[in-house]
């Protein structure tokens, strides 16, 4: 299908597991092909004008994670409300989009309904863009809680990692389609991970074995990837393997099965071959 005008694939890398400073991580990201970066917003000042000023520097385009983690929901969602002013407002670099790691899957449906009252307030003041992710032990952990909140916000935008969800099943979703088809719809950015019913992480995308789980996955993006090309929008992806023990790992020494960087990258070119 040809793209609409205004079409363009944006691939974002991950910090997560790299050992070294922001400088060295957006040079290391600059270098190998990346478009951009998407990391958690830091607690500390410094570290914020560090990964902000580095990314300025080489370009980049920057997104960032948002979340609260107390158990209790109020405490959650002042923090969460905290974070996501402060990324959005930020003067240095503007985010392309903030990833909410939204309330928790034990919190009650209004309580984690308060997230995404939260985050439609903060975009229309702002602008930025804010996007739910499909997180295990998040508001959206699971596809069919997922469909009942985006019945109830039709305006609702996804992060779509949708390998939780075959972890969170125990399935590749076959008895899940409507979900799926709802989610897929309401999808702004995903992240280019692949699951499977026993882990939300293959071992290895190059290694034969995950054929046909690696096909599933990439028919579910290309749907996305449809609607954005057809509408003219940018696709934003994140390569997002993760370290151990995300990344399986040999035992006693806990040393990974395979690098992760060349991992991502991998999924990288994948992405660009079949989405550029």
Partial sequence: MPAGAGFQLLVMATNWGFNGTATAFCEKAKQDGYDGVEVLWPADRQQQEAILTAAKKQGLKIAFLCRGDEPDWKQQLET?????AGAAANTILQPL????????????????????????GLEKQTGVKMYHETHRSRM????HI??????????????????????????????????VAAALEHTAHFHARIGHPEGPQ?????????????????????KIAERK????????????????????????????????WAVNLYMMKMLRQRYQ
């Fill in 80 to 84: 969460f409300r905290t974070v996501t």
């Fill in 97 to 120: 989009y903030i990833n909410c790691h939204s309330g928790r899957d034990f919190f009650e449906e209004e309580q984690n309904q308060s997230f995404i009252d939260v985050a439609a």
């Fill in 140 to 143: 959206l952990f699971a596809a």
């Fill in 146 to 179: 997922t469909k009942k909140f985006i019945n109830k916000n039709p305006s609702l935008k996804l992060t779509l990692d949708i390998s939780h969800w075959c972890n969170v099943h125990e399935s590749m979703l076959e008895d899940q389609a409507g979900a």
């Fill in 202 to 222: 293959i071992n290895d995308p190059r290694a034969p074995e995950w054929e046909a789980t690696i096909k599933q996955h990439f028919a579910w993006w290309d």
């Fill in 229 to 260: 090309r057809r509408n003219g929008e940018v696709m934003t992806v994140l390569t997002e393997f993760g370290p151990p023990t995300y990344m399986p790992a040999q035992p006693y020494t806990q040393q990974p099965v395979v690098d992760q």
